[in-house]
């Protein structure tokens, strides 16, 4: 029963903040974009969707300093209250007093990692206004068999222009042969090169040879997403961990979705120890006169610890530091940190 009541209890206060940061972030948005609201009715419905785009990223950088908050003011109430001493006195132990709070902390981690890696997504692909047949930007991928490829523009899904294919070997190293190809069609098994000129190199001389068309089987050419892009931090771990495999196989740059990775990986652990920080910091709330200190301490280390984990995060995304520090450095700061404040409050 006790339990049950504190689950409840850091349940209530966690959507209540959690509703006035929507709030805020909602009010903010109407002001940034009253043109287009008071401009008709399809225009209000861009709106709502262009506030529902942005939400689970806020969601994902307001919701550790709800959890905090949420800790906080949930022990401090039943202090107040003397229900806190009350439960403790009856003999239940920090332990039994965390746990509740660690498992709905695990349920709003579950439900934010559904929101963000596949509601975003879903949003992302079915509302965003860029065209899916945009022309592709130029991309270098490694093929199979010594191959180099650049692809130069997509024109609609399935199709491609200005492509061209590299053969190189590798003892000694040197281009043997480059292909032109104005542009191809996806058929079902193969792609469908059409008005070729292939360059063949060897130490004497120059052949060119004009080519009406070339099928290749797809297996053969690099994956190519002619879907809406998606941010590394929105893909699903698996997916993010199956597409980290395709690029480096491509040899593609994949600093950005190793760190999204261990972000992933971070986060749940992120949310926990902003539970222990605030099991750290409510300790102090049974001394008189510190539950206001110990509140605007909490809204300080949240503020610092978003304003940490994005710098290190924009650090490992330019590849300036090593992905694993990039997302779990300010975890392991603010972890020592309620360790710190335990130790100091337990006294």
Known sequence: MI????????????MLFLGAFVIMIF?????????????DWEGFLRFLRKTALIMPQLMEFTIPITVLLATITTLSTLNRTSELLAIRASGVGPWNLAWPLLLVTLVIAAVSYLGQNYLSVWMQRQWTETASTENLQPIWKV????????????PEKGKLESVTLFQWQTEP????????????????????????Q???????????QNLDELNMKIEEVPSLKFEKAVSP?????????????????????????RVALFQKLAFPVQLFVM?????????????????????ALSCLLAILFWILNQILLALGDAGEIHPLPASWGSIGLFAFIALLLHFRYRV
């Open 3 to 14: 339990s049950r009541y504190l689950a409840s209890e850091y349940s209530r206060f966690f």
């Open 27 to 39: 009010i903010g948005n109407v002001f940034g974009n009253l043109s287009i609201i008071f401009e």
């Open 143 to 154: 093929g199979p068999d010594n191959k180099l490829y650049f692809f130069g523009k997509l």
């Open 173 to 196: 190293y040197r281009i043997v042969e480059r292909t032109a190809i104005e542009k191809g069609e996806q058929q079902k098994t193969s792609w469908n090169f059409q008005d070729l």
């Open 198 to 208: 292939q360059y063949r190199f060897s130490e004497n001389h120059l052949k060119l």
């Open 233 to 257: 931090r929105n893909l699903p771990l698996f997916e993010l961990r199956n597409e980290i495999e395709n690029l480096q196989k491509e040899g593609q740059d994949v600093i950005s979705h």
């Open 275 to 295: 539970v222990f920080l605030g099991l750290s910091l409510s300790s102090s709330h049974s001394r008189k006169g510190m539950a206001a200190e110990s509140m």
